[in-house]
């Protein structure tokens, strides 16, 4: 049964940081590019970061480059997102996401299994 598994998530300060993982079972982690998409209260799905299967490329909203950064264990089957320097409006819920392809885009349309999710939250 293919399984995506966030955590990591919680409140933050402006200016603060969190680190999310995403742990992948049940199919071939390895082989599969992964994503960050967000949705914020009351708007649409935002893609937000992605990583290439070998973790060698990897892609950024603009909104978030500089800020974060999104890194891959394949022996560990996960994926993790590093955000720093956060600021009310990446406050969002969090989801991880299969592509069906080897390299990330920002096309939902080529994601075929999601996470639940982890809700951040940055606030003073």
């Known amino acids: 049964q293919m399984k995506l598994v966030e955590s990591g998530g919680g409140l933050a300060q402006p200016g603060g940081s969190l680190r999310l993982s995403c742990a992948g079972s049940g199919f071939t982690f390895s082989r599969y590019a992964i994503s960050w998409i967000r949705q914020a209260p009351g708007k649409g799905l935002e893609w937000v970061a992605g990583i290439s299967t070998d973790g060698r490329d990897t892609y950024f909203t603009d909104s978030v480059k500089g800020r974060f950064t999104i890194s891959r264990d394949n022996a560990k089957n996960t994926v993790a997102l590093q955000m720093t320097n956060l600021t009310p409006e990446d406050t969002a819920h969090y989801s991880c996401?299969?592509?069906?392809?080897?390299?990330?885009?920002?096309?939902?349309?080529?994601?075929?299994?999601w996470g639940q999710g982890t809700q951040v939250t940055v606030s003073s």
């Open positions: 996401a299969k592509s069906i392809l080897h390299i990330a885009t920002m096309n939902l349309r080529e994601y075929d299994y």
